[in-house]
């Protein structure tokens, strides 16, 4: 838990600076992103589980 608060506070942050900066944020739309960002944990996940009945 202590890993996700950090890094939620560091995301934060950064989106803080580039605000300041008047930068456009560097993240995709926010439901895209969350959705890519949980595709890309399923397939880690995913390939973790299936190395486990086969030799990769």
Do not use: D, N, Q
Request: aromatic share 16%; hydrophobic share 60%.
């Amino acid at each position: 838990m202590k890993t996700v608060l950090i890094a939620t506070l560091t995301g934060f942050i950064v989106g803080l600076i580039f605000a300041i900066l008047k930068l456009p944020i560097p993240a995709p739309p926010a439901f895209a992103g969350i959705a890519g960002i949980i595709g890309i944990y399923l397939g880690f996940k995913a390939f973790e589980w299936m190395s486990g009945f086969f030799s990769l």
